[in-house]
């Protein structure tokens, strides 16, 4: 196959069909929606439209993106739209990135469980974040979190961890003034990960007692309290892993960082690099080595590439980007306004809404630089009419 603009969507036309028979009875529903989805998107089975060329007549077709989450041509528009709705949240402050990893005893767990464990790692590290600002002992204050969901490493290996933009500082407790962080240094991550385990631990065993959590295959012996209870031993006095970052240079690059972590996907199509009967190729990271050596290269089998891609389809209806204390989605607004009051500084304008695109601004026609206008749209699995042929020449010949 070829290996200029190889997508993901490539491996599942060619190979979804083969993979689908041999996981028959083992994919999820939201599984196959997400293949289906990334198969069909930006073809005839989604529909689409014709632009024309006002000048020239030339044109040019047009088909509609499927907007699933999961694939990889349809996070970029998803991005730009979500940060440009944050621009206006933005604080003249440094920003740090915190990163929460579970372990990988309790990852295998997650696996199983994905939505009610994956939630579970959103309070456990939301709630640690806050309890520890509060302590007068560290920052005494009340702060912001966006944190954002990844379920997977570098190989699309199953590594569920929560990334943290937070701001460098927060509101007093009483409310009466903004306090800074120091310069590179936001809270202790020791400190943070003893009470990322302990509050994760104690929730996980709660919802274990209460019989939400499932085990089946290799993990079948877990549902015995005594023997989840020997599993979680280990890393009851193991290291948890908290990651902290310096602070970005400035809200732009805030945004820029922000637009690389929000709507990513388990790979990119940018990282593929061929598709044949070896299987397919793509580039990794390899976090164990450290410069050059760290960029490798892999290839997997057709079927073992769908399935780790797979691996990462979230449940229906979670939400991968969630906000907490300051940038909790009910006080936002006010928070945000009382941190620039106490801050003094003021609101930035709100971008002018445009009712009607205006004529400039339509896309420019590659033949003629002329305005290319969309003249037609047609429905799923439709084909565009087809230009009227020019009548045929009548009259006697002579």
């Known amino acids: 196959m070829r290996t200029s603009s190889l997508e993901v ?61 999961h694939c990889p041509k349809c996070q970029g528009a998803a991005a730009r739209a979500w940060l440009a709705e944050r621009k206006a949240d933005l604080l003249p402050v440094g920003y740090f990135h915190v990163v929460f990893t579970l372990p990988a005893e309790v990852a295998d767990i997650a696996w199983q469980n994905n939505a009610i464990v994956y939630d579970l790692l959103f309070r456990a590290a ?22 954002v969901l990844h379920t997977w490493g570098s190989a699309m290996t199953h590594h569920p961890h929560v990334h943290m933009i937070v701001p460098g500082g927060g509101i007093a407790r009483d409310g009466s003034h903004w306090i800074n962080s120091r310069p590179a240094f936001l809270l202790p991550v020791r400190v943070l990960g003893k009470l990322f385990r302990r509050l994760f631990l104690t929730q996980l065993v709660e919802l274990h007692d209460a019989g939400k959590l499932v085990f089946f295959g290799a993990q079948a012996d877990l549902a015995d309290r005594r023997r989840f209870q020997r599993h979680l031993a280990p890393i009851r006095t193991k290291r948890w892993v908290v990651y902290s970052k310096a602070p970005f240079a400035g809200p732009e690059a805030v945004l820029a960082y922000l637009s690389r972590y929000t709507h990513r996907v388990a790979i990119s199509n940018s990282r593929l690099i061929a598709f044949d009967k070896a299987g397919v190729t793509f580039h990794y990271k390899d976090y164990r080595r450290s410069g050059p050596q760290r960029q490798q290269v892999m290839t997997l089998d057709a079927h073992e590439f769908m399935r780790r891609f797979l691996l990462h389809v979230l449940p229906r209806g979670f939400h991968r980007i969630r906000h907490y204390g300051l940038f909790a989605s009910a006080t936002r607004k006010a928070n945000i306004a009382r941190v620039r009051e106490l801050l003094a500084v003021s609101m930035p304008p709100p971008e002018p809404i445009e009712v009607e695109e205006p004529p400039d601004l339509l896309p420019l026609c590659p033949c003629c630089g002329g305005r290319m206008r969309i003249i037609e749209t047609f429905e799923r ?5 087809a230009p009227p042929r020019a009548p045929a020449a009548t009259g006697a010949p002579s």
């Open 9 to 69: 969507a490539d491996i599942f036309r060619v190979a979804g069909t083969s993979y689908r028979l041999a996981q028959a009875g083992h994919l999820s529903l939201a599984q196959l929606k997400v293949m289906s989805a990334i198969q069909n998107c930006r073809t005839a089975a989604l529909g689409g439209h014709v632009d024309g060329c006002d000048d020239c007549g030339y044109l040019r077709v047009a088909y509609n993106s499927c907007r699933n989450r």
């Open 126 to 147: 939301s709630e640690t974040m806050m309890t520890i600002a509060a302590d007068p002992r560290h920052l005494g204050a009340r702060i912001g979190i966006t944190a």
């Open 381 to 385: 699995w439709m084909q565009p009419r």
